[in-house]
């Protein structure tokens, strides 16, 4: 466990950065959020903390010598395990024993064949294997280093933050992300208002026994147990008539706690003015209520709304992400570059961080098991936590909503192509769903071990999937069929991997992609079908209709006339799948 | 016990064994020294670190490969860290250390590594080369 020398408190959070401005469409700092999801090579499924310049190198070379640069893979990212364990003269500085050369020159290399250069850090005190280079409170200097070193994309981890309890933070941090428990309001000398009687929004809060209500703040998303759909934040919120314009007082009855959802940092807000962000005095207990000190407000006359809650999980973390933003486009003002929140999917990033960044991871890693030099490391096909390819398509796949060109994209975490544990069958699944999804495609592999045209590298230079994923459109598959879902198959979070999905994808020129995948390890059979006119109830002018089109599966490269609207498949053998490119022909073409 | 003490000790089993590699031992060093910073090694070693320490040296100086997590996939806190999630695993797996709590459910990352664990896990090292 991560303790400070000084506890840090959060502080104050700018208004473009609150909780109720996070819909607005404008990125901040003039980011460049134009851009199709990320492709290349990250070292950490590869080779763990073990990477080095020369494996980098030798990695770069692979990426040209196997066509993969011309395919669109150009990021080579240097993930954790580069720097030295303790900044230089408050400086990141490389390990001079894995890269000897510095990461400058590393850089021109890189950018010598034709590609882009990336590298890794975190919002907190410490990354995440645990050197004590995070970018907290020295955003300013890294922005320089960053700079300097002309990089291109930066993945940036939240290990050791210290507003929140993140991975290896304090675990008391979280009583900066949840209110106290509340048991009443008053306002003025009017009678008290009971919490239980306030209307409570979102899935976390929740009237205990006692007649208390509790876990005023924002879901983890970090594990698989949570839909990553619908308001993903609590608040208690009371409606108030006033019969005239008038300042007065609120006075809260609280108690805190640093553990199970409760906190002691609250925000009040009337009627959408922010009266209260702050850390209140503690509680001997969690049950232990006292009134707050008065909170002045002002009403309008009429009808107020008080809302209590705490969008501090969300706003500190993109307050941090967005310091570093700033400093970096300060340095570099016309510099493009990939900013790539990897906060696991803690605080619902799909919430805010097109604000900020070009892609958020959704959950928790991939896999625990990353390789090595002369290991290629374990990926699952399912498990029950966040380890597998099904763990994390099962979230990315109903969450296309939140992606878009100018947005940014759901990203559910590297490719595991290539590692033991995963058949052919399954790498072949992996890298049509991650496709269809719009996710980022980032290698996670020794490329040494690949050979042009052997099993593996036909999967990840398989040009029309990648085509699909770098698809000018920039939309995200929808999921249009699910076997477990009779309902909104497209919002359903279903986590039994025992069924068969059908994903649908409008492409440039009216054509669109289906992808009809088996998620389970059972050979399954039955009449999986899709039909024009549903693709154009969700996709609108997206989608061509004809009397004929051309069918191409894009892992045959079989290519078809199909007459008619109704596409369909019979049978997908265990983990499969079937994707295909669909153009509608005119008469004259066919 | 410290970790820097941890690994001073991995190293002396090592020395008496003529049959280990240089090369193996200098890379235990090398990783080491890339993995944890010099307030880690001199603090009182914890468990998840000191299962990291093994792993890495299970890795370089035993030569043993990693294997399949079986039973410990299921351990309640197996998912709190991510760096140190698989070493946990190798080391439970290879007997090296053991998990706690009732059931044995846990692996207790946070927890201070007592001598007499610490005297456990250096016997079982030392058995393994038998």
Redesign the interface.
Known sequence: ?MKTKKDPVPGKIQKELSFDHFQEETPLYRKNKDRLPAMGWNSWNAFG??NTEKLTKETAERILALGLKDLGYQYVVLDD?CYK??RVNGRLSN?E??FPSGFRALADHIHSLGLKFGMYNDVGTNL?????VGTCGHEKEDAKSYTEWDVDFLKVDNCYYPYDNA??SNPENQRFVYAPNIMSIRIGKAKKLPAKDGKITGPSARVKKGGYVTGIGTLDGT?PGHSPIGIRSSELIFETESSKDQDTQLFVEYATDRRDRTGEWLQVAVNDRIVFDDLLPRTEDPTDFIMSEPIAIRLTKGRNRIRLMNHRRQENTLSSYATLLRYLMKEAPGKDFVYSACEWGKTQPHNWAGRVCDSWRIL??IT???G?DG?PG?GDWT?????SVTSQYNKAVIMDAFSGIGKGWNDPDMLMIGMDGLSLTQNETHMAMWCMMNAPLMLGLDLRRVKKGDALHKIIANRDLIMINQDPLGIQAKRIFCSLAKTRPDRTYVRDVDRVDILAKPLAGQKFALSFINVSEKKKRGNYSVDVDTLKKHFGKFIGKADRYKVLNVRTKEETIHDGGIFSVKELPACANETFIITPLSGKEA | MTLQELADRLLDISSARPEIPEDAVKRFREEIRGTFSNVELCKPAIRKNAARMLHLYLLTVTGEPDEDWGEYASLKDIYDCRICANAIAQVLVKGIMKPQGTGKKIFGGDELLTEEEASQILERIRTRYD
């Not at chain 1, 995440?128 to 004590?132: I, P």
């Not at chain 1, 498990?383 to 380890?387: E, I, N, V």
Request: hydrophobic letters at 25%; charged letters at 25%; one cysteine or more.
């Open positions: 466990m903390s073990g395990g364990t303790e390990d024993v894995k995440c294997a645990g050197a004590a991975t290896f594990g928790n890693d625990f098991r990353v090595s290991d374990h498990s029950d936590y966040t380890c």
